[in-house]
């Protein structure tokens, strides 16, 4: 069954310290991988959509990269504003979208 | 362009009750999923509708269920409220399939 897992599960980062988020995936036919940001009680922001290894797409501090097993989110130079719950899922078909647990990200001033 | 909408936002609900939650998608986009989210099991997917037809269903018991109107509008049903069904139940809507999904501010559920 596919399975999504992200890590590390929290990460409390300076502003300006830069680093990166972690999704790593098993799945029969990747059909998409996405990336969302989701702030506490509210709904998942669409941030990117990755669709074969080696693609990357870029959005303000924020660039996405695919390999064949996994996902990475960097993060640079990031700002308080930047703190949220970053989800990252696959695409299982017929719009089912499997989700990892998601990484807490704060960024402290 | 106005996002997808949800309500109620909130809902209070006891044990044995059912309740309806309403989802009006993006203009234009034809399909629906819908969500639940828990800090323990995370995001979980319950069932997408594309053209007034279910095409997908997760596994969740029978006790949750939908349908989509001719305006791509779709509603959720929980019967039977067990305390476990406490959540954050998210619609997501998309232009065709296999297309981005975007979602909703939620609806917020608390079963007493």
């Known amino acids: 069954e596919d399975q999504v897992t992200q890590s590390p599960e929290a990460l409390r980062l300076q502003e300006g310290e830069s680093s990166s988020l972690n999704c790593s995936y098993t799945?029969?036919?990747?059909?998409?991988l996405f990336w969302y940001r989701q702030d506490p009680g509210k709904g998942p922001e669409f941030l990117f959509t990755?669709?074969?290894a080696g693609e990357e797409k870029e959005k303000e501090r924020l660039k996405a990269t695919l390999t064949k097993k996994e996902s990475f989110l960097h993060i640079t130079a990031p700002k308080p504003e930047d703190s949220a719950t970053y989800l990252c899922?696959?695409?299982?078909?017929?719009?089912?979208?499997?989700f990892g647990q998601g990484t807490r990200l704060t960024i402290n001033p | 362009k106005a996002g997808v909408t949800q309500t109620p936002r909130y809902l209070i609900k006891t044990r044995g009750q059912q309740v309806t939650l309403s989802c009006s998608p993006i203009?234009?986009?034809?399909?629906v999923s819908w969500y639940q989210q828990t800090p323990g099991q995370g995001l979980q997917f319950l069932f997408e509708?594309?053209?007034?037809?279910?095409?997908n269903k997760g596994n969740f018991p029978g006790r949750f269920s939908g349908r989509q109107f001719s305006n791509s509008r779709s509603e959720m049903n929980v019967s039977t409220l067990e305390l476990g069904d406490s959540a954050l139940y998210l619609c997501?809507?998309?232009?065709?399939?296999?297309?981005?999904?975007?979602f909703g501010p939620g609806t917020r559920l608390l079963v007493l």
């Open positions: 509708y594309f053209s007034e037809t279910q095409r």
């Open positions: 799945v029969s036919g990747l059909r998409g």
């Open positions: 203009s234009g986009h034809r399909s």
């Open positions: 990755l669709y074969s």
């Open positions: 997501a809507s998309s232009l065709l399939s296999q297309e981005t999904q975007y």
């Open positions: 899922a696959v695409d299982q078909g017929a719009q089912k979208l499997v």
